[in-house]
Each structure stands twice: as structure tokens, then as C-alpha cells.
């Protein structure tokens, strides 16, 4: 049974910083391309993140290039994405996904097979 599973959210103030971990299990996460998404109230799931197998190829949204890092531990089966001078629009439920290694689009949530159960995130002003 595949399952990820998140940590690390929480309350922060604008500016601070949070380092979110997700751990697989059942699966091998060296076959599989590894996404953060967030979700907002009243928004759609986006992708912030992104990360191929080896960790050479990487995808950011946007708004956190800069301040937010993917990173892998294939040896550990985890995917951590650390984020820096995190503001109140990064509030949301993040989740950990996991899709194929020929995945065609990062951003595409259809694309990605497994989810975690989500942690929250809260950045207050």
C-alpha cells in the first residue's frame, strides 16, 4: 500500500521560514517524480514545486522561485521542500504527490498518482 505522508506545517509569521517533509512508503521514490502542491480556500490545487529522480531537473511556480527549495533523499524515500520569507499568500494546505517518471507536466494534477493527506500551512502577517 502506497501511502505519503506529511509534516512539518504550522503557524509561522510573515517572513519566517518552515521545512515541510514527506515520507513514501510502499513505493520506490527513485521511480517516480515527486510534486508539492497547495491548496487554498476557494482556489484550485496548484503545483509549487517539483522534483524528477535524480534532482537535476526541478520546477518552481512563480511566485516562490527564490525563496522556496525541493529537495530528495532517495536513499530515505523523502521529498522536503524548505521555504523561506514565507508571506500570508503562501497560507494553504500543502500536499506531497508522487507521478510517473514520464510525467509530461509538473503542473497537471491528473498527472500524479499518489497524495498524501495534506499539512497546513499558515503564514499570519
Known amino acids: 500500500q502506497v501511502q505519503l505522508v506529511e509534516s512539518g506545517g504550522g503557524l509561522v509569521q510573515a517572513g519566517g521560514s518552515l521545512r515541510l517533509s514527506c515520507a513514501a512508503s510502499?513505493?520506490?521514490?527513485?521511480?517516480?517524480?515527486m510534486g508539492w502542491f497547495r491548496q487554498a480556500p476557494g482556489k484550485e490545487r496548484e503545483c509549487v514545486a517539483a522534483?524528477?529522480?535524480?534532482?537535476?531537473?526541478?520546477f518552481y511556480t512563480d511566485s516562490v522561485k527564490g525563496r522556496f527549495t525541493i529537495s530528495r533523499d532517495n536513499g530515505k524515500n523523502t521529498v522536503s521542500l524548505q521555504m523561506n520569507i514565507l508571506k500570508p499568500d503562501d497560507t494553504a494546505v500543502y500536499y506531497c504527490?508522487?507521478?510517473?517518471?514520464?510525467?509530461?507536466?509538473?503542473?497537471?494534477?491528473?498527472?500524479?498518482?499518489?497524495w498524501g493527506q495534506g499539512t497546513q500551512v499558515t503564514v499570519s502577517t
Open positions: 522534483i524528477m529522480r535524480s534532482g537535476g531537473t526541478t
Open positions: 510502499g513505493l520506490t521514490s527513485t521511480m517516480y517524480a
Open positions: 504527490a508522487a507521478g510517473p517518471l514520464s510525467i509530461r507536466s509538473f503542473t497537471s494534477v491528473s498527472e500524479y498518482n499518489y
